[in-house]
C-alpha cells in the first residue's frame, strides 16, 4: 500500500515565514499535551493542534511554537534516556532544528524565560481543552478562553486568527499533496466497505473493512467513522445493526494523514446490491443536487449558491416524484428544502475534517456575513467566496428523520403541499448522503476523492465483492 508524503522542511519554513510577515508581536501556539485514558501511563494517540501541526509538521506533545521577532523558535520536551527502552529513540532538539529548519529548538522550560520581556503582549489562539486552556494562561499571565466560541476578546488574539485563518483558507502545494493523498486512499477504503457488504452481515464488518485500508496506508480516522443503515441519524456511531436485504448502508469515513490532513467521503449503496426502484430515484435526485452543486463550485462564486443549487435541485427532484407539488421557488421559501436536506451543503477542509473551525464562525463566514436563522440553512458552515486552492466538501442528502417530519413547525408552512401519501411509497429510504472532498482550481474544480464511483450502477456492480 502507498505511504503517505512527508511535507518538506522547506513548506513548513515558508509558512512560518508567512506568520511572521503577519504579525506585529509575539506569539504562542500550542501543541496541548496526550490525555490520559484511565491512567497516566495509558494515553490516548497524541495529536497535535492543527495550527500547530500546520508549522512543525509533527506531533510534539508539550511543546510549543514561539514566533517573535521574525524567528520561529520551537519549545519542547528534551529525550529522555529511558525513551529508548519505552518509545525508541527521539532526536536530540538539534536534529529537530536541522530537520525542520526551525531558528532555534530549546528546551520546554526554557519557555518562561523566554516570554518574559513580552509578557502581556503574547497573542495566542484559543484552545479546545482545559488543560490547554490552564497552560496558556498561566503561561501568558492571563485568562485564556477555551472552546471555538471563545471571544478573543484580546485585540492581539484576534490579529492572530485573521492571520491563521488567510493563511490556511487556500492550501499550498504541500498540503495539496496531502489532501490527495488523504482522498484516494479513504476512497479506496469506501470501494473495500462496498466489496465487503454482505446481506445478513452487519455495519461493523463494513467499517472493519474500509478501515483496514487507512491502517494500511498509516492513515488514522479523521473523525468517528459512520457506517449505519440507520442514514436518517447524521452522525450516527453505533455499528450494532445487521445488514438486511432492502436496507441502503450509508458510510461516511475519511482517513487522516500522520502529519493531520483529512478526506471525508460519504458513499450510500444498497446491501443486497440493487436499488430498489424507489431508493434508486431518491438517490438520483441526491446525485443530480450534487452535479447542480459541482457546477457552481468554482472561483469567484459563494459558497452560499452551492448550497442553494443543491437544495433547488432537491426541491425539483422530489417534486418530479410527486412528493411536493407546486411552484419551486415558492416551496424553497416555506423551507421545503430542509424538511429533508436540513444541513449545510459542507465545509472546509485541511488540518481538521471541519478545517478552521475551532476560530468559530470568524473562520467560515467572511467579514459582514452571519448564518442564517432559518432552519437547515443556519447550519451552513462556510460562507464565503471560492477561490483557488481551496479544498470544500459537497454533501447533500435526503433523510427522514422522524423528529423534523413530525414537528408542526417544519411541515405546517407546506401544508398539504408535501403529499404524505406519495412519500410513504419510499419508506425504505431512511438517508442517502454522498459527498466528495473538491479543490477548487483556477479552471474551476477537481474531485480528490472520484476515484470512489457514486454512479448507481457502478456501485451496485461493486456491492458484495463485483
Excluded at 232 to 242: F, G, I, N, P, T
Excluded at 341 to 368: M, Q, S
Aim: glycine share 10%; with cysteine; aromatic share 6%.
Amino acid at each position: 500500500m502507498p505511504i503517505a508524503p512527508s511535507t518538506p522542511a522547506s513548506a513548513l519554513l515558508a509558512r512560518r515565514r508567512a506568520l511572521s510577515a503577519r504579525l506585529s508581536g509575539p506569539a504562542l501556539i500550542a501543541a496541548g499535551e496526550a490525555p490520559s485514558r484511565n491512567y497516566p501511563a495509558n494515553r490516548y494517540r497524541f495529536r497535535a493542534t492543527s495550527h500547530f501541526a500546520y508549522f512543525a509538521g509533527r506531533h510534539l506533545a508539550g511543546s510549543a511554537l514561539l514566533f517573535v521577532d521574525g524567528r520561529a523558535e520551537l519549545f519542547t520536551h528534551p529525550p529522555d534516556p529511558d525513551d529508548a527502552l519505552w518509545h525508541g529513540p527521539r532526536p536530540a532538539l538539534a536534529q529537530l532544528r536541522d530537520e525542520l529548519e526551525f531558528d532555534a529548538v530549546r528546551p520546554l522550560d526554557e519557555l518562561d524565560l523566554a516570554l518574559s520581556p513580552h509578557r502581556g503582549s503574547v497573542a495566542t489562539l484559543p484552545p479546545q481543552d482545559a488543560a490547554s486552556a490552564a497552560w496558556l494562561s498561566l503561561r501568558l499571565g492571563r485568562e485564556v478562553e477555551r472552546g471555538s466560541g471563545a471571544r478573543l476578546t484580546e485585540a492581539v488574539d484576534a490579529a492572530l486568527a485573521e492571520a491563521m485563518i488567510a493563511l490556511r483558507l487556500v492550501h499550498d502545494e504541500a498540503a495539496i499533496a496531502q489532501l490527495r493523498f488523504a482522498a484516494s486512499v479513504s476512497a479506496e477504503a469506501h470501494v473495500a466497505g462496498m466489496r465487503a457488504t454482505r446481506v445478513g452481515g452487519s455495519e461493523l464488518a463494513t467499517l472493519a473493512a474500509m478501515i483496514a485500508v487507512l491502517r494500511a496506508s498509516g492513515l488514522d480516522d479523521a473523525y468517528g467513522p459512520i457506517v449505519t443503515t440507520h442514514g436518517e441519524v447524521l452522525h450516527s456511531d453505533r455499528y450494532d445493526h445487521a445488514a438486511l436485504a432492502g436496507d441502503l448502508l450509508l458510510a461516511d469515513v475519511g482517513g487522516e494523514t500522520p502529519e493531520g490532513w483529512a478526506a471525508d467521503i460519504t458513499r450510500t449503496w444498497p446491501v443486497s446490491g440493487t436499488f430498489t426502484s424507489t431508493q434508486r430515484a431518491i438517490y438520483d435526485v441526491v446525485l443530480a443536487a450534487q452535479h447542480a452543486s459541482l457546477a457552481v463550485a468554482k472561483p469567484g462564486r459563494r459558497y452560499r449558491d452551492v448550497h442553494e443549487a443543491a437544495k433547488r435541485a432537491i426541491v425539483e427532484g422530489l417534486a418530479r416524484l410527486g412528493i411536493f407539488r407546486g411552484e419551486v421557488d415558492g416551496l424553497l421559501e416555506r423551507g421545503a428544502a430542509a424538511l429533508f436536506f436540513p444541513h449545510g451543503i459542507g465545509h472546509l477542509l485541511g488540518l481538521d475534517v471541519h478545517d478552521l473551525e475551532d476560530l468559530g464562525d470568524r473562520a467560515g463566514y467572511a467579514p459582514g456575513r452571519t448564518r442564517s436563522p432559518r432552519f437547515g440553512d443556519g447550519y451552513l458552515r462556510l460562507d464565503r467566496e471560492l477561490a483557488p486552492g481551496m479544498c470544500v466538501t459537497i454533501e447533500p442528502g435526503f433523510y427522514q428523520v422522524p423528529g423534523i417530519l413530525g414537528d408542526p413547525r417544519r411541515t405546517e408552512p407546506l401544508g398539504d403541499d408535501l403529499r404524505r401519501d406519495v412519500l410513504a411509497r419510499f419508506a425504505d429510504v431512511r438517508g442517502i448522503r454522498i459527498e466528495d472532498d473538491v479543490l477548487i482550481t483556477e479552471a474551476g474544480n477537481e474531485v480528490l476523492s472520484a476515484l470512489v464511483p457514486k454512479d448507481a450502477r457502478a456501485i451496485e456492480q461493486l456491492v458484495g465483492g463485483g
